[in-house]
């Protein structure tokens, strides 16, 4: 019988297996698909010389996770690539803005848009490195972040205070036109919201586009050297050099609680697997309270507020093999390995009113990922391995362009907006689908079909607003790891702080097990434990 029991084998489950491991525990991982990773995967399924990420690439997060850097994967074969450029964000008038890990050549690439704003982001950037060592602690520990939050508070009052917190909380729209004369830094904050579900004239919408911003300037928007897998390969190496180990083809279809704790869980073959001192599940809000636990071990309030829980929007990705580079318009956006594909802000803010109306978009604001350009061992010289991901509604109730797509997601309607998401790169990169060797459509069926944690598509475990973040997170009166179930312990990206491939659920899910699993007067793994709250790293 293991000490403990992980539910899935994704990013955030494997760090909580590592992290409890470490700490002498025997682990048991599993997972649902016939490979570990969740939403950290790659395949040759698009072409055989083509290495293609089945759902997420870039990885800011990561990058600056103080849990990820404390499990040293390096030692077990990761390699981070990053591309020449972080970001580029082209107009069909082939104007650019760029974001580069190179400071300077961020804020020239906004002077082009006007001269006062490389200035600008400068500022921006300022504030950013004076409140980035808290910022990141209190991002990534459990919540509440107490020691953290107060170090911060101290630092924003140096900052401007009020003034800062307001710039935070501002829609990114606002934010932008308060920060910038010309579109260049708008649209390098809005299009970075856009990556959670936060639409331009969001509350919260510019804190969040600002932070993502700040984190490529600072680290990029590296990629696992030879495919997203990389990163899962290294936290499966370092779980089995522990004694860990992962089990696949493993679906659970029930926590078992008895005498009111969480003791083990039971297999859709029916097979129960103990648990010594936890179960930690690195799944959706909804699965765990909605199938995984019985409604009778749950309190009445939080099933209500289950009610209301609210996802992120659905996604829409295809995967190309192309014959040869991008023939982008704007020629910054050849070094970058994101596109933002948008032209303006106004028409950001019309793709996220037509999501809000539940109508499928027109002109969809597109991410494009250039992963050969990041990383030239996904496919032959002289190619482009490359995917675009799009936004839609869960519930489609009209096509805002012409051709009638339903939202049933048939092969004619994957089809015909596959063919609509190739369009809006044409308009920024004329040729480009003369250079399509292979592609493939993953639509919202399909991502969930191939990871169970993506209902419908959906990517951050949640909605990033601020209605379901802090304390919010995943429902009213939660944001901490535990559980209304002794002993279960929530570890996806539906805990806080969300979404993004950096560990931190899976590490205060663990953190928080082995808190509660403590023989009375060990003074000091007591202390080591919070040393590892305050920094997410051993000392």
Aim: hydrophobic content about 40%.
């Amino acid at each position: 019988m293991p000490d403990a029991v992980v539910i899935g084998a994704g990013p955030n489950g494997l760090v909580a297996a590592n992290l409890l491991a470490d700490a002498g525990w025997s682990v048991e991982v599993l997972e649902e698909q016939p490979e570990p990773g969740g939403a950290v995967r790659h395949d040759q399924g698009v072409d055989p010389a083509f290495v293609n990420d089945l759902f997420s690439s870039f990885y800011p997060l990561a990058a600056a996770s103080p849990v990820l850097a404390g499990l040293r994967l390096q030692d077990h074969g990761l390699r981070w690539s990053h591309a020449p450029s972080v970001l580029a964000h082209p107009l069909t008038d082939g104007s650019c803005a760029v974001l580069d890990r190179d400071l300077d050549a961020t804020a020239a690439s906004l002077d082009a848009f006007d001269p006062a704003d490389g200035d600008a982001w400068r500022r921006l950037h300022e504030v950013w490195e004076g409140l980035r060592p808290d910022l990141l602690d209190a991002l990534f520990t459990p919540f509440p972040p107490v020691r953290a939050t107060a170090r911060l508070a101290l630092k924003l009052r140096a900052a401007g205070g009020l003034r800062m917190a307001r710039s935070l909380v501002l829609p990114v729209r606002r934010l932008g036109e308060e920060e910038f004369r010309g579109q260049g830094g708008r649209l390098l904050l809005a299009g970075n919201a856009l990556h959670a579900d936060l639409a331009p004239e969001s509350s919260g919408s510019g804190g969040f586009g600002w932070l993502m911003a700040m984190l490529g300037q600072t680290y990029g928007f590296p990629v696992p050297a030879g495919g997203s897998g990389a990163l899962t390969s290294a936290l499966v190496r370092r779980l089995e050099s522990r004694g860990g180990r992962v089990r696949c083809g493993q679906r659970v279809t029930r926590v078992v609680v008895r005498g009111g704790r969480a003791v083990g869980v039971r297999t859709a073959a029916g097979d129960a697997v103990r648990a010594r001192r936890a179960v930690l599940a690195d799944v959706s809000v909804p699965a765990l309270y909605g199938e995984l636990v019985e409604p009778e071990h749950l309190p009445a309030q939080l099933l209500e507020d289950l009610r209301r829980f609210q996802w992120d929007f659905a996604t829409f990705k295809v995967d190309w093999a192309l014959d040869g580079p991008v023939p982008w318009q704007a020629e910054q956006a050849s070094r970058a390995g994101t596109v933002h594909l948008s032209d303006g802000m106004d028409e950001l803010t019309r793709f996220a009113a037509q999501i809000a109306m539940r109508q499928v978009p027109d002109r969809p604001f597109t991410i494009f990922g250039q992963m050969t350009t990041s990383d030239a061992t996904r496919s032959p010289q002289g190619t482009e391995s490359a995917w675009a991901y799009t936004h839609i509604p869960h519930d489609i109730r009209s096509d805002a362009g012409d051709e009638g797509i339903t939202g049933d997601w048939s092969a004619k309607d994957k089809e015909l907006f596959a063919d609509r998401v190739e369009r809006q790169v044409e308009r920024f990169a004329p040729g480009f689908r003369d250079l399509i060797r292979a592609r493939r459509v993953l639509a919202p069926p399909t991502l969930e079909a191939m990871d169970g944690n993506l209902t419908g598509g959906a990517i951050n475990g949640g909605t990033t607003a601020m209605h379901q973040q802090l304390v919010f997170r995943p429902l009213p009166g939660t944001g901490r790891p535990e559980t209304p179930v002794p002993g279960l312990f929530l570890a996806s990206s539906g805990a806080h702080p969300g979404g993004g491939v950096h560990g931190a659920p899976g590490s205060n899910a663990a953190r928080a097990a082995l808190r509660r699993n403590l023989p009375p007067g060990l003074a000091g793994a007591q202390r080591l434990l919070a040393r590892r709250d305050r920094t997410g790293t051993r000392r």
